[in-house]
């Protein structure tokens, strides 16, 4: 009896068991160094995309976190993301629908049910879709096309090299901890990254190897980018961060709950958007060219309101400005955080390429700096940039569900760990109430949307143990197990199973040429909550105008 071809479509070429401990940190070095190289041209990419249609500069040098110039192009500067959004569904229809959208939820699948297989192509398009997205204005950020392309060298390697599934899968995590500590400039950051959504075993020497990548890719990229900071908080370093109060310590709660609820409508707000043009608009042109249309126009309108583009790109210097105080007004605030909360569903759900991070830190930077205004307006001793970056490591701790990443991302970007009790406080309690208000993170509600559900909050270890034996009914097999379409071996892990399940409502279970049982989707259900994970499995997906789950049509 057969049981179809590899989860995922993945190949069937011979690999070897997992290398010894030498070789694969080897591999790490080499990922680590080719994460930090990735990083640097990545960044060269987008800067010289930038200045080219913005601007009309054939130039690389770009910083983010200085406002860009005045237009040349004056009021047509709104068409600069439309030619962008072109260029955009052209590479990922034509060479890697893969690299559409954010990137995470695709490495994540990849990790989980694609036996860690990522097509080297993906790294290439990822670049230079994420680059005319970003440099043309679209209100994403660099950590998920970064994540995107460390991985896929990681696997690309892997693969190369004949390696097992845990070894391509724990390059997997290597390279996405290389990029993000690179773009960063964040190592703990990176590590962390890597062990709250990508390691398959959170295990010594998977440690090192990450640690390894990391350490390369942090060497690389402060040769090239420098050691700077991402954010200079002077008013950190001559004030005390916060008092020891229980009333200082319950404003922190309160704005940690805000913030919550800014993560999740962020979440539910961009697939919404996302739905909404898969059902109005077939071609993908245009319905990316109607979006970016649309974010050139609410891009233009700040500028001509405040002399900025602030709600373009990645949005550094906007939250520069909020650092620094430039940003008082709490109606301004409130605008650019709505502002960007609408550019940036707009930008991805309507077919970008580009990472959530940067737009989380955007909006937790304008909340975060409304509540810390407001909580010292009324007499309290604190200091309203604590609150500020509160703001940010909460919105991406509840945005994405990596706490301890968010937290510790946001304090290497302004080195000063002395604010991390603070950020604890606000990063935990938005991740609670976000969710209590959206159970899925923003990466895997994407693919919990394609029928596929995927471990968070370090329990990837304990769900890799459960077999199909384990959740199986055995014969006589119950009522529904008369619709099982699919085959299963009694030693299938939870992610086969699932798959399995995509065609049916149970799956035949057999050991050997004997059939034991039968597993149907509330008994993988079961399993998962088992585990405390708290997010169910989904339907199963029907019939749709995009069956590939690639977002761009049948």
């Keep these: 009896m057969t049981t179809g071809p590899p989860p995922g479509g993945a190949t069937a070429t011979p690999r070897r068991g997992n290398r010894p401990l030498p070789a694969i940190v080897g591999y790490g070095v080499l990922v680590g160094i080719a994460g930090g190289l990735a990083a640097w041209f990545f960044r060269l990419l987008i800067g010289l995309v930038h200045n080219l249609m913005?601007?009309?500069?054939?130039?690389?040098?770009?910083?983010?976190?200085?406002?860009?110039?005045?237009?040349?192009?004056?009021?047509?500067?709104?068409?600069?993301?439309?030619?962008?959004?072109?260029?955009?569904?052209?590479?990922?229809?034509?060479?890697?629908?893969e690299a559409k959208g954010h990137g995470?939820?695709?490495?994540?699948?990849?990790?989980?049910?694609?036996?860690?297989?990522?097509?080297?192509?993906?790294?290439?398009?990822?670049?230079?879709?994420?680059?005319?997205?970003?440099?043309?204005?679209?209100s994403v950020g660099r950590e998920g096309p970064i994540v995107q392309i460390g991985s896929a060298v990681g696997s690309s390697l892997g693969q190369v090299r004949h390696l097992s599934t845990p070894d391509l899968q724990l390059l997997i995590a290597a390279g996405s901890a290389a990029g993000i500590a690179a773009t960063f400039?964040?190592?703990?950051?990176?590590?962390?990254?890597?062990?709250?959504?990508?390691?398959?075993?959170?295990?010594?020497?998977?440690?090192?190897?990450?640690?390894?990548?990391?350490?390369?890719?942090?060497?690389?990229?402060?040769?090239?980018?420098?050691?700077?900071?991402?954010?200079?908080?002077?008013?950190?370093?001559?004030?005390?961060?916060?008092?020891?109060?229980w009333v200082a310590l319950l404003a922190l709660v309160?704005?940690?709950?805000?913030?919550?609820?800014?993560?999740?409508?962020?979440?539910?707000?961009?697939?919404?958007?996302?739905?909404?043009f898969e059902l109005h608009f077939r071609n993908p042109y245009l319905a990316h060219v109607v979006g970016m249309a649309t974010v050139g126009l609410v891009m233009y309108g700040f500028f001509r309101w405040l002399g900025d583009y602030n709600v373009q790109g990645v949005g550094y210097a906007t939250i520069t400005d909020v650092l620094r105080d430039i940003i008082l007004n709490p109606w301004i605030l409130l605008a650019l955080a709505a502002g960007k909360w609408l550019v940036t569903v707009l930008?991805?759900?309507s077919g970008a390429s580009g990472g959530v991070f940067s737009p989380s830190l955007f909006m937790g930077a304008a909340v975060g700096a409304i509540a810390g205004h407001a909580f010292a307006a009324m007499g309290l001793s604190v200091d309203p940039t604590v609150f500020v970056l509160g703001g940010m490591a909460g919105t991406v701790a509840g945005t994405t569900g990596a706490v301890l990443t968010g937290i510790v991302v946001v304090t290497e970007m302004t080195g000063d760990f002395a604010i991390a009790v603070p950020l604890l406080v606000v990063a935990a309690t938005a991740n609670a109430v976000r969710r209590y208000l959206s159970p899925a993170t923003i990466y895997a509600e994407k693919l919990l949307r394609r029928g596929r559900w995927v471990p968070t909050g370090l329990q990837a270890a304990g769900i890799n143990t459960i077999r199909a034996r384990d959740m199986m009914a055995p014969l006589p097999a119950p009522a529904g197990a008369a619709t099982a379409a699919a085959v299963v071996d009694v030693d299938a892990s939870v992610f086969a199973v699932i798959l399995a399940l995509e065609t049916g409502s149970a799956v035949t279970v057999t050991d050997g040429d004997t059939v034991v049982g039968t597993v149907t989707r509330d008994a993988v259900d079961a399993a998962i909550r088992r585990l405390g994970q708290g997010t169910p499995l989904p339907p199963r997906p029907g019939p749709s105008p995009d069956q590939d789950g690639d977002g761009l049509g049948p």
């Design 54 to 97: 913005f601007l009309g500069r054939l130039s690389v040098s770009y910083d983010a976190n200085v406002h860009t110039p005045p237009s040349p192009w004056g009021a047509a500067v709104v068409l600069v993301p439309v030619v962008g959004a072109v260029g955009v569904v052209y590479a990922v229809t034509h060479f890697a629908p």
């Design 104 to 138: 995470v939820p695709e490495v994540m699948d990849a990790v989980h049910y694609d036996s860690g297989v990522i097509r080297p192509i993906v790294a290439v398009i990822k670049a230079l879709a994420s680059a005319l997205s970003i440099g043309s204005g679209g």
């Design 185 to 245: 400039n964040a190592p703990l950051g990176g590590v962390l990254f890597a062990v709250e959504l990508l390691l398959v075993r959170v295990s010594g020497r998977a440690l090192l190897v990450v640690a390894a990548a990391v350490a390369a890719a942090i060497a690389v990229a402060r040769r090239l980018l420098g050691s700077q900071l991402a954010f200079t908080v002077l008013q950190l370093q001559q004030t005390k961060p916060l008092s020891a109060s």
């Design 254 to 276: 309160v704005t940690g709950a805000v913030v919550g609820v800014v993560a999740a409508a962020f979440i539910r707000g961009l697939y919404w958007a996302e739905d909404r």
């Design 347 to 349: 930008t991805l759900g």
